[in-house]
């Protein structure tokens, strides 16, 4: 198959094939699309690009303006929600300690479903067993993938495709990746004491309104595995081409101290390019930006994948 640069003008969803699907990631359903170009052959296997939303993102906001776009390219294509997020399920806690059972057992019993939680760490597992349902796919390339995350997507991007001799080409766009000097300002000590009192039922088992909230930002953040997560030292494992796409004012984190570093620290070992677009974090996601980083994205996945 030939593939072509995306053009400016974005196709309409009806252009390609669309499918729900459930994946499962421990023990807890997520919901996800799959996007393939229009009239395919049964037999035909075309490369894969996992696509992961940013904090408090969902598949929701990829369905028009990146997921449909690089299916019509050539590609097969995967957006999810995490687990406590969009239409996937969150994690269950029962009201009361259940009764022991030497089996798994089916029960009716009054719980708790979690929502909306930011943990890097359950959001990799998201990320990981997204992926390997890509890998999967009937018409995909298996050992042929790509990966496109943004904002907090971004981070776990870097994390997952350092880990994966899968992924042939990495977009990280606006990724906060260096979580410990993002987080400089939770002391190491505090955090623990944050972890200890989860552990031992001093606070609630999940982050809420009360501990977890972050002014003008959705969900709640679980502070101490975000102290403890680092996408950063993963850098030396990227073994791809990567495109980094940042806003030239950032307004969420220092650009300097996460995009720019992650650049410097693979640029002669691998293809590596850095570029930014004008305004703050949110400007990436609008108008003639969005339009320029997704055809940046595009030719990079082209070039790389095709």
């Not at 982050?207 to 996408?231: C, E, H, Q, V």
Request: charged share 20%.
């Amino acid at each position: 198959m030939s593939f072509v640069s995306l053009p400016v003008t974005a196709k309409p969803i009806a252009d390609v094939g669309h499918k729900e699907i459930t994946i499962w990631s421990q023990g807890v359903r997520l919901a996800g699309d799959v996007y393939t170009p229009k009239n395919i052959s049964p037999d035909t296997r075309l490369p894969g690009i996992l696509l992961i939303p940013g904090r408090g993102g969902s598949k929701e906001n990829l369905k028009m303006n990146q997921a449909p776009q690089f299916a019509a390219m050539g590609f097969v294509v995967l957006a999810f929600d995490y687990k406590s997020w969009g239409l996937s399920d969150g994690p269950i806690v029962p009201a009361k300690s259940l009764t022991h059972a030497k089996e798994t057992t089916s029960l009716d019993i009054n719980v708790t479903h979690v929502r909306n939680i930011i943990d890097p760490f359950s959001m990799l597992s998201d990320v990981r067993a997204a992926l390997h349902y890509l890998g999967g796919e009937p018409q995909v390339m298996p050992n042929n993938l790509g990966i496109w995350g943004t904002s907090f997507g971004g981070a776990l991007a870097v994390v997952m495709a350092a880990n994966d001799d899968r992924v042939k080409a990495l977009v990280d766009q606006m990724g906060p990746v260096n979580f410990p000097y993002n987080q400089k300002k939770l002391p190491a000590r505090v955090a623990r004491k944050i972890e200890t009192a989860m552990a031992r039922g001093d606070v609630a088992p999940f982050p809420n309104a009360i501990t977890g909230k972050t002014p003008g930002l959705k969900g709640y953040s679980d502070w101490a595995a975000m102290k403890r997560f680092d996408s950063l030292i993963h850098a030396d494992q990227l073994h791809m081409p990567t495109l980094i796409i940042d806003a030239e004012n950032e307004t969420l984190f220092e650009r300097r101290k996460n995009g720019v570093l992650l650049h410097e620290a693979i640029k002669g070992r691998l293809e590596a390019k850095y570029i930014t677009f004008p305004g703050g974090h949110y400007d990436l996601y609008k108008g003639d930006n969005q339009k320029a980083a997704l055809k940046e994205a595009s030719d990079w996945f082209v070039k790389h994948l095709k």
